[in-house]
């Protein structure tokens, strides 16, 4: 029973780091990712459509991500979509392929995208120490309803620490991997 309780915990915080990892391929770090434009959606004859089923990404530089549309329809679609994004990105046609040019990261917005990070990371380590506490507690219920023991409710609890603990330094290390990656120059 307590090993169930441990076994979803565990899965349930394994979807929170991954969570995390994939939230930090969105962030620009100065250098070119196709990540960046994972979940941009251009308008393609009035259906939206991931840029990445619309044509060839690649980075042929460190600073360059370039766009190849099978379709001549799409370059206008997908050029919009860049523009349209967040990302502050300004996609250059030539016809042929689309080129999208990363600019260099300033000290300042270093700086901001770092911050960023770590309040992305304490939110996803209090959703860690909310699967901690609802563990708690189903496990103090089963003791409660003397399904378990106190001495297996003790076991219980300290194995959601470790959980707990393994965790969070997964996501600390996730964090200083994306600060370090950014602060690179």
Partial sequence: MIKDVLDDIKKDMTKAVDSMKHGLTKIRTGRASISLLDGLMADYYG????????ATLSTPEPRLIAVQPWD?????PIEKAILKSELGLTPQNDGKMIRIPIPPLN????RDLVKLIKKMGEEFKVEIRNYRRDGNALL????KEKEISKDDLIKGQEGIQVLTDD???KLDVLMMEKEHEIMEI
């Fill in 72 to 76: 001549k329809g799409a370059f206008q």
């Fill in 140 to 143: 103090k219920e089963m003791e």
């Fill in 47 to 54: 259906t939206p459509t991931p840029i990445n089923q619309l």
């Fill in 107 to 110: 000290e300042e917005r270093r």
């Fill in 167 to 169: 965790y969070i330094k």
